[in-house]
C-alpha cells in the first residue's frame, strides 16, 4: 500500500492493488489513512521557494513570442541548498510513519490474537483439569468395587443378613464381619433417604447390649456399587442392627425407630 501511494509499483502490480481496492473497503480506508499521513508529513517538512519566484515565472509566462532565436533560461523549483537531500528525507520521514502505523496495527492484531489464544488455553486447561478429577472418581469406584469384592467373596468373612422390621418391612442391609481381624463391614440394598438433622446407626449386639458401630448417611453414604462401608470393628457380636437417630448418633439405640435387625 505504501508503494502504491508513493507510485512505485508496476503496471501490473498497480492494477492487483487497485482491484483488491474495489472489493475490501479496509483497504481503501487504509490507503486514505496512508496518504494523508504521507501528505501531513510532506507539508510539514517541504521547503518554500525563495521571494521573486513566482513573479518570474508569471513573467515568462506572460513575456510575448519573440521571432529569433535565443536560449531559454530555466528557472529551478527546487530549493537550491540539498534539494534532494531534502526530497529523500521527505520519503524516509513518510515511509518511517507508514512503519510505524504498520507495527501498531500488527501488534494490535497480534496482542488479540494472544488474547484468544489465553482464552482458549484457559478453558482447554479447564476441562483437563475436568477430566482428570472424573478419571480420579471412577479410579476410586472402581477401586471401591474392587475391594468390596474381595472382602464379600473372602471366605474369612461372614455375611450377616439384616431383614426389614415391622418400622421398614421393605428394607434391607447386610454385614461382613470377620471374627479374626474383628473387621466389619456394611453393605446398603435397601433404605429410605433420611432428613438432614437425621442418620443411620449400626449396633451389635454383644453379651446382650447393643455396641455403637458407627453412624452413616443413608443409601448413598453406603451404597453396595461405591463398595462396602467400614464400620467399627468388633470380636463378639449375637446380631447387628440399624437404627434412625439424631445426626451424630446416640449412646444407645432408639429401638422404636429400628429398621433392619440379623442374627450371626
Do not use: C, H
Amino acid at each position: 500500500m505504501e508503494s502504491y501511494a508513493l507510485g512505485e509499483l508496476t503496471q501490473s502490480e498497480r492494477l492487483e492493488v487497485e482491484r483488491n481496492l474495489a472489493q475490501y473497503p479496509e483497504l481503501r480506508q487504509e490507503l486514505a489513512v496512508i496518504e494523508e499521513t504521507m501528505e501531513a508529513f510532506l507539508m510539514k517538512a517541504g521547503t518554500a521557494p525563495r521571494a521573486g519566484v513566482k513573479e518570474k515565472i508569471l513573467a515568462s509566462v506572460k513575456a510575448p513570442v519573440k521571432t529569433e532565436t535565443r536560449s531559454a533560461k530555466v528557472v529551478s523549483m527546487e530549493p537550491e541548498t540539498k534539494g534532494n537531500i531534502i526530497s529523500l528525507w521527505k520519503y524516509a520521514t513518510a515511509a518511517s510513519v507508514i512503519i510505524a502505523l504498520t507495527s501498531s496495527y500488527m501488534a494490535y492484531n497480534f496482542w488479540n490474537n494472544w488474547k484468544d489464544t489465553e482464552v482458549s488455553l484457559l478453558e482447554l486447561r479447564a476441562l483437563n483439569e475436568q477430566v482428570a478429577r472424573d478419571y480420579n472418581q471412577v479410579n476410586e469406584r472402581l477401586d471401591a468395587i474392587e475391594n468390596g469384592m474381595q472382602i464379600m467373596s473372602n471366605p474369612a468373612f461372614q455375611r450377616v443378613v439384616m431383614k426389614g422390621t415391622a418400622n421398614s418391612p421393605e428394607a434391607l442391609a447386610s454385614v461382613y464381619w470377620n471374627q479374626n481381624t474383628q473387621e466389619v463391614y456394611l453393605s446398603v440394598q435397601n433404605l429410605k433417604a433420611l432428613a438432614k438433622e437425621q442418620q443411620y446407626q449400626l449396633w451389635a449386639i454383644v453379651d446382650g447390649k447393643p455396641v455403637d458401630m458407627g453412624v452413616f448417611d443413608g443409601p448413598d453414604g453406603a451404597n453396595t456399587l461405591a463398595g462396602l462401608l467400614k464400620m467399627k470393628t468388633t470380636g463378639k457380636a449375637a446380631a447387628f442392627a440399624v437404627t434412625i437417630e439424631p445426626r451424630g448418633g446416640k449412646s444407645s439405640p432408639s429401638l422404636e425407630t429400628m429398621q433392619v435387625l440379623g442374627n450371626t
